[in-house]
């Protein structure tokens, strides 16, 4: 067996609509909704960007309806996007949308190699890192 890509990320949320709102407004996603694989359940909620997205399970969800991680937390998460914008231009976009930074930029290691990084919060507390490569 070969593992290809990540195909989608689940992040346990307090408030779907005010998540949803946070990543399109900040990170520039695209929200949609699907139907999930057991019939009678309500839609869920999707955050798209480029060939991935993030699936917003409310926290309090019965993992019978929707299977999780054993600690279905919210704010636990750690999440790295990669943009083709400069860290300065980064930093003003977070600043024009009063998202306060947590750090940087600084220099991190990324799946690639070196890469400069910007970080701060979404609504439920999880560690957002925007972060560029050196080609940018």
């Given at each position: 067996m070969k593992i290809e890509r990540i195909d989608h990320v689940v992040l346990n949320v307090r408030d779907v609509e005010a998540a949803a709102a946070w990543y399109q407004r900040?990170?520039?996603?695209?929200r949609t909704e699907f139907t999930p694989g057991k019939p009678g359940q309500p839609p869920?909620?999707?955050?798209?960007?480029?060939?991935?997205?993030?699936?917003?399970?409310?926290?309090?969800?019965?993992?019978?309806?929707?299977?999780?991680?054993?600690?279905?937390?919210?704010g636990s998460?750690?999440?790295?996007?990669?943009?083709?914008?400069?860290?300065?231009?980064v930093?003003?976009?977070?600043?024009a949308c009063a998202v306060?930074?947590?750090?940087?930029?600084?220099?991190?290691?990324?799946?690639?190699?070196?890469?400069?990084?910007?970080?701060c919060r979404d609504p439920d507390g999880s560690l957002i890192e925007i972060a560029a490569y050196p080609d940018v």
């Open positions: 900040v990170l520039g996603m695209q869920r909620t999707a955050l798209s960007f480029g060939n991935q997205k993030l699936n917003l399970r409310p926290a309090d969800t019965d993992p019978a309806d929707w299977p999780t991680g054993a600690n279905p937390a919210r998460d750690d999440l790295c996007f990669i943009t083709t914008s400069a860290p300065d231009d930093i003003a976009h977070l600043r306060e930074i947590a750090e940087g930029p600084v220099r991190k290691q990324g799946a690639l190699g070196p890469m400069t990084s910007v970080y």
